[in-house]
């Protein structure tokens, strides 16, 4: 893929201070988006961001590409995408491993609150007297929703081991739901015994009447002052946007300007479900959290 080096008059261009160069930028910019709940509503949620970065960094284009979860780090390492939103755990491997930079961290829209920390909530069904902790996960079956999902089995995973429940050994079956939504379905339908999503899911899927939070049980349950979501363990940094090693930093900073000056209520916000965008948070936490998991998952 195509990068265009741009002069010094090009970046006055993109920031309002000089007139645009009569050759502009053709060559679109691809954002890549894990889509965590299918390709359909990634570009649904984000395309009204690649549309709002074409308006605001005049001469350039971008456009949304949806990746499923196996499908990110090979894109940013192989140069298929410009810019990449991921979770924050591959963003941490993709920036160790790939040159990756955080150009804005997001902040999610939730429940009247702007967040831009989340983390992952461990539960069963409220009436399974047999699991009340951890530690009664033991025998049991377990669902997640993928290896590589940072709120819905990283965070988890490290929960666990802390408990002394090894994920590697203590399940009678461990499942990987692919998306959140079915990972609540399994557990709540009882064709797992407990399960893990990143925080927000139960609370949306009961908002949108697919689930009655009275039918779930969370297990080793923790509050975080202005967090109001069900929690299981620590808050990391939300997802950042990052950009790949090849992208030029003088696009990157750009992107960042016109992410950072976005309103809640503009149409790519609402689209996304966000508040709007700040400065790229500090991701030692996650690296710290990938230091305890086994060197399959730290990878991804």
Same mark, same amino acid.
């Given at each position: 893929m195509r990068h265009s080096t741009l002069s010094v008059l090009a970046l006055g261009a993109t920031l309002g201070l000089l007139p645009l160069p009569s050759s502009a930028d053709t060559t679109p910019y691809r954002i890549g988006v894990l889509a965590k709940n299918g390709p359909a509503k990634a570009v649904t949620m984000?395309?009204?961001?690649?549309?709002?970065?074409?308006?605001?960094?005049?001469?350039?284009?971008?456009?949304?590409?949806?990746?499923?979860?196996?499908?990110?780090?090979?894109?940013?390492?192989?140069?298929?995408?410009?810019?990449?939103?991921?979770?924050?755990?591959?963003y941490v491997t993709a920036e160790?491993?790939?040159?990756?930079?955080?150009?804005?961290?997001?902040?999610n829209a939730r429940q009247g609150k702007a967040l831009n920390a989340f983390g992952g909530v461990i539960f069963t069904r409220a009436n399974n007297n047999a699991v009340s902790s951890l530690a009664d996960l033991k025998g049991k079956s377990f669902m997640a929703v993928d290896k590589t999902s940072f709120g819905g089995w990283q965070m988890a995973y490290k929960e666990l081991l802390d408990a002394g429940v090894d994920p590697? +050994? &203590?399940?009678?079956?461990?499942?990987?739901?692919? /998306?959140?939504?079915? !990972?609540?379905? =399994?557990? $709540?339908?009882?064709?797992?015994?407990?399960?893990?999503?990143r925080t927000d899911t139960l609370e949306r899927m009961a908002a949108e009447g697919a689930v009655d939070l009275a039918e779930?049980?969370?297990?080793?349950?923790?509050?975080?002052?202005g967090f109001p979501f069900l929690c299981s363990t620590a808050l990391y940094p939300e997802w950042p946007l990052a950009k790949t090693k090849g992208t030029p930093?003088?696009?990157?900073?750009?992107?960042?300007?016109a992410?950072?000056?976005?309103?809640?209520?503009?149409?790519?916000?609402?689209?996304?479900?966000?508040?709007?965008? +700040? &400065?790229?948070?500090?991701?030692?936490?996650?690296? /710290?959290?990938?230091? !305890?998991?086994? =060197?399959? $998952?730290?990878?991804?």
């Open positions: 984000w395309k009204a961001t690649a549309d709002y970065l074409s308006q605001k960094l005049p001469g350039r284009s971008f456009e949304v590409v949806p990746l499923d979860w196996g499908e990110v780090l090979p894109a940013v390492q192989q140069d298929k995408v410009s810019f990449f939103l991921t979770n924050s755990s591959m160790k491993d790939l040159g990756a930079k955080a150009v804005a961290t997001m902040v590697n +050994s &203590a399940f009678t079956r461990l499942d990987f739901g692919g /998306k959140h939504e079915n !990972v609540v379905l =399994a557990v $709540l339908n009882g064709a797992a015994d407990a399960g893990t999503v779930v049980k969370v297990l080793n349950p923790k509050s975080h002052e930093e003088d696009v990157a900073q750009a992107v960042a300007k992410l950072m000056a976005m309103g809640a209520d503009a149409k790519a916000a609402q689209d996304a479900s966000v508040a709007g965008w +700040s &400065a790229p948070q500090d991701y030692a936490p996650v690296e /710290k959290l990938k230091g !305890v998991l086994p =060197a399959g $998952l730290a990878s991804n």
